[in-house]
T-cell receptor
């Protein structure tokens, strides 16, 4: 089954404790991206990657890191989480190009930082 | 001003009603527009896309883009309780980026 898999689904952590949210896709997509979703603000892009070893900042990158060492994986790293990073996080992937390629989203990771 | 604006709702309708969901956007440079559906505790899933202006129909769903007024619409005919979800409009920007509206929550009551 074609899918984007995120882990964990739920995570409660304490301020300052480094964490990683994993994302993996099995569709050979070049493009991968992380979004956070907050009430009233919608989906906002954190980081994206056009292909292996090519990453760039989205609209809200502060406090996050990413890496793309393999095409299928795109982990999101919070080096020192803070309460304002409490949110619902989505990983998404797609083919690249001008055509009508939409994203395939993962099921989400609900992060609470206390 | 946000690039894509959407009324958050909730929009409550009885089963069988025709639903109209709308978005406005501020940048005319982009050609692709999409609608995503998001059920509670799930990731968004692509429902429909349209290119440039005009209508596109898929079963009970019709997507419409009016580039002259920068308006994006999704119509749902014969709405069902299973259509209850949050609907997100999006436009495709540069480098594959999608810019999303905040979503409209739809509730269809039996």
């Amino acid at each position: 089954e074609a899918q984007v898999t995120q882990n964990p689904r739920y995570l409660i952590t304490v301020t300052g404790k480094k964490l990683t949210v994993t994302c993996s896709q099995n569709m050979n997509h070049e493009y991968m991206s992380w979004y956070r979703q907050d009430p009233g603000l919608g989906l906002r892009q954190i980081y994206y990657s056009m292909n292996v070893e090519v990453t760039d900042k989205g609209d809200v990158p502060e406090g996050y890191k990413v890496s793309r060492k393999e095409k299928r994986n795109f982990p999101l790293i919070l080096e020192s989480p803070s309460p304002n990073q409490t949110s619902l996080y989505f990983c998404a992937s797609s083919f690249t190009g001008e055509a009508n390629y939409g994203y395939t989203f993962g099921s989400g990771t609900r992060l609470t930082v206390v | 001003q946000k690039e894509v604006e959407q009324d958050p709702g909730p929009l409550s309708v009885p089963e069988g009603a025709i639903v109209s969901l709308n978005c406005t956007y501020s940048n005319s440079a982009f050609q692709y527009f999409m609608w995503y559906r998001q059920y509670s505790r799930k990731g968004p899933e692509l429902l429909m896309y349209t290119y440039s202006s005009g209508n596109k129909e898929d079963g009970r769903f019709t997507a419409q883009v009016d580039k002259s007024s920068k308006y994006i619409s999704l119509f749902i005919r014969d709405s069902q309780p299973s259509d209850s979800a949050t609907y997100l409009c999006a436009k495709k920007g540069g480098f594959q980026k999608l810019v999303f509206g905040t979503g409209t929550r739809l509730l269809v009551s039996p």
